[in-house]
């Protein structure tokens, strides 16, 4: 069974407007941690953001924000005030610690986002 | 800031051939991944390593193999490369340890096996 979904395979936002991209997680460990990385045409993986298990607030980087939700295991990405340079592949992953290994990352199949002029 | 670096963006090799792909980075972190993305399939783990001279397979390991004889090179070795292993290859790095630490990439490696 998937342990991350990401159930947006593409998304389109006009330029200035938020955005809010989904990403769902299954989990039984009670200690995870939840990234998002970007990837743009190029090619390259870029991190934007992480969310601790037990972080009591959400995180914030810039204009990217993490929408929280621990009951409903969501961890949906909203970036605000959209730019052109937005358009990218965006992932979401997931670190579990119940194995004693806090190493490995699992992934989902990511969102693509274009942004429109 | 970290900087991983592969040796090469773009590769174009030959069925059969023996193919290096080589990553360094610069941070003394203790972890190297070294993933396979294809479309459709996100990024799939193919070996990882936690020291010099350790490493564990991830979920595609078949036809690969790897390299780390010290802290900061991590090399995939495509033994007789087969066209299915065309893809983009990207390497990683993090601490070890460190839950909140993100993984970094390198820019990955387009990969053509013809």
């Known amino acids: 069974a998937q342990k991350i979904t990401q159930t947006q395979p593409g998304m389109f936002v006009q330029e200035k407007e938020a955005v809010t991209l989904d990403c769902t997680y299954d989990t039984s460990d009670p200690s995870y941690g939840l990234f998002w990385y970007k990837q743009p045409s190029s090619g390259e993986m870029i991190f934007l953001i992480y969310?601790?298990?037990?972080d009591q607030q959400n995180a914030t980087e810039g204009r990217y924000s993490l929408n929280f939700q621990k009951a409903r295991k969501s961890a949906n990405l909203v970036i605000s005030a959209s730019q052109l340079g937005d358009s990218a592949m965006y992932f979401c992953?997931?670190?579990?610690?119940?194995?004693?290994?806090?190493?490995?990352?699992?992934w989902g199949l990511g969102t693509s986002l274009a942004v429109n002029p | 800031d970290v900087k991983v670096t592969q040796s090469s963006r773009y590769l174009v090799k030959r069925t059969g051939e023996k193919v290096f792909l080589e990553c360094v980075q610069d941070?003394?972190?203790?972890?190297m991944f070294w993933y396979r993305q294809d479309p459709g399939l996100g990024l799939r783990l193919i070996y990882f390593?936690?020291?010099?001279?350790?490493?564990e397979k991830g979920d595609i390991p078949e036809g690969y193999s790897v390299s780390r004889e010290k802290k900061e090179r991590f090399s995939l070795i495509l033994e007789s490369a087969s066209t299915n292993q065309t893809s983009m290859y990207l390497c990683a790095s993090s601490l070890l340890g460190q839950e909140s630490q993100p993984q970094h990439f390198g820019d990955g490696t387009r990969l053509s096996i013809l």
């Open positions: 390593s936690y020291d010099v001279k350790m490493k």
């Open positions: 969310q601790g298990s037990y």
């Open positions: 992953a997931m670190r579990e610690a119940y194995a004693g290994n806090n190493r490995k990352l699992i």
């Open positions: 941070m003394d972190h203790e972890n």
